[in-house]
């Protein structure tokens, strides 16, 4: 393809953009609430049936629906249109940017990827509300990617700025999901199924829209109405391990001390009788995701190979494993012929050295640039979030190209340095490597695409 003219080449590379564009905006569609609720919840009858379960409606008194997550919004507005006038009351907290207007659900928005007095305010009021409940009455709990930000109660001795201290120590330290949310369900009253010992005794129906690997129900949202898996040795011993002890505020290293020692209360585990009368069901995936990228990708022309659900790790790295294979592609057709499509989906990490701006996939397509910077094929590489942002910045994500290079050469940029300093963001902003896509109402983890045409 090397000497193709250059219109030719660069019409070859703008249909590449459409088809990645087309294929991850597939994906994210498949999971949005509005079409996962209408394609898994049916009610006829005054009988609502969810995945394998099922609830008379009219055996209860009132029903509720509280939840926290970046998607809680839009699975309140399709929760109230199933339930239309069955539905008493509800209040959900979403991420600044992320509310959508709902009946009978008072929408709140608060901080996101840290917690601020919003979602402390938030939560005060969901935990007033189920305190209303009783054993006739039935609570709906909208949880997905972003709750454990988002639903938060401080444990006494620990004030918001040294929680926000921490999380943010957590978030940069290289530490995956449920490493951080370990942590974060040890520093709070609210999380690691201590929600749900607030909700009891009325039931409890966990509707969850999944973020994490193998859908870990304690790890979504941190676990609020589940029983946690975790323990303080276990949180104490991510501290540890990513040197955390004595970077953290002194009341936070206390606190979890007193857990260690036993003074303080574990978290809700299995055997606690108050999950009797909670269920859980997952509404959708990462899985799900890919499986519609992988149709829309064939559908397009490309032989399609969904190579993972469980990528992670950090994301330099993981960029160098993709370009090996993204080069074995060009050079051998293998493990799959051009023209060919490689998907993976999960979440990488970032350990954060440099003060710049960006977030795990930007850094993921930065580095993998660099990793290609040989290949002269056309090819293109892109990773997003589901959720439509990507660490703290307007981007979902990004998508790399060997045009870049020229536009990096032309603007006199070195990839390597912004990499370096963490600021993928300028790069890509400033080379036509960025994808904006707004909020997109739902959060199953990261999609990554290769398409060598």
Same mark, same amino acid.
């Given at each position: ?347 990488? *990490?970032?350990? %954060?050295?440099? $003060? /710049?701006?960006? @977030?795990? &996939? ?5 580095? =993998? +640039? ?60 400033? *080379?036509?490597? %960025?994808?904006? $896509? /707004?909020?997109? @109402?739902? &959060? ?5 695409? =290769? +398409?060598?045409?």
């Amino acid at each position: 393809m090397g000497c193709l003219p250059i219109f030719e080449k660069i019409f070859i590379m703008e249909n590449l953009k459409e088809t990645a564009l087309r294929i991850f905006s597939a994906a994210v569609d498949a999971v949005k609430p509005e079409y996962l609720i209408p394609r898994k919840i049916q009610l006829q009858n005054d009988i609502i049936r969810i995945g394998e379960f099922s609830w008379d409606l009219q055996e209860y008194r009132h029903i509720y629906l509280i939840g926290a997550g970046k998607a809680s919004a839009y699975l309140a507005r399709e929760m109230e249109r199933i339930l239309g006038d069955r539905l008493f009351y509800g209040q959900v907290t979403v991420k600044y940017g992320h509310a959508i207007p709902c009946r009978r659900v008072r929408v709140m928005e608060a901080g996101h990827p840290l917690p601020d007095e919003n979602s402390l305010e938030a939560t005060a009021q969901i935990l007033q509300l189920v305190q209303t409940t009783g054993s006739q009455d039935l609570v709906f709990c909208l949880l997905s990617g972003g709750g454990s930000t988002l639903l938060e109660k401080l444990p006494e001795g620990i004030s918001l700025n040294d929680l926000r201290k921490t999380y943010q120590l957590l978030l940069g330290c290289g530490a995956d999901i449920t490493e951080m949310n370990s942590v974060r369900k040890h520093l709070s009253l609210v999380k690691g199924g201590q929600l749900a010992r607030a909700i009891a005794p009325a039931c409890c129906v966990n509707l969850i829209v999944s973020d994490v690997m193998d859908d870990a129900l304690d790890s979504i949202a941190s676990g609020p109405t589940v029983a946690d898996l975790s323990t303080f040795q276990i949180a104490w011993q991510v501290m540890e391990k990513y040197q955390l002890v004595e970077k953290v505020p002194i009341t936070v290293q206390q606190y979890l001390q007193k857990g260690l020692q036993g003074k303080i209360p574990e978290t809700l585990k299995a055997a606690d009788p108050i999950f009797e009368k909670v269920q859980s069901v997952i509404l959708g995936n990462n899985r799900e995701a890919l499986e519609m990228a992988q149709t829309t990708a064939r559908a397009c022309g490309f032989n399609t190979l969904l190579l993972t659900t469980r990528l992670q790790g950090e994301s330099r790295q993981v960029a160098k494993v993709l370009a090996a294979v993204v080069k074995e592609i060009v050079a051998n057709n293998l493990p799959l012929p051009r023209p060919a499509c490689l998907l993976l989906g999960g979440e990488t *990490t970032v350990t %954060l050295s440099g $003060t /710049g701006e960006g @977030g795990r &996939n930007q850094e993921l397509v930065l580095a =993998a +640039l660099l990793a290609m910077q040989d290949v002269q094929s056309d090819y293109l590489i892109m990773s997003c979030g589901t959720d439509g942002t990507d660490g703290p910045t307007d981007a979902a994500g990004g998508m790399v190209f060997p045009e870049i290079w020229n536009s990096a050469r032309q603007k006199n940029l070195d990839p390597a340095t912004f990499l370096e300093n963490n600021d993928a963001y300028h790069f890509l902003d400033h *080379t036509g490597g %960025l994808v904006k $896509t /707004g909020p997109t @109402g739902t &959060n199953v983890m990261d999609i990554v695409l =290769a +398409l060598v045409p």
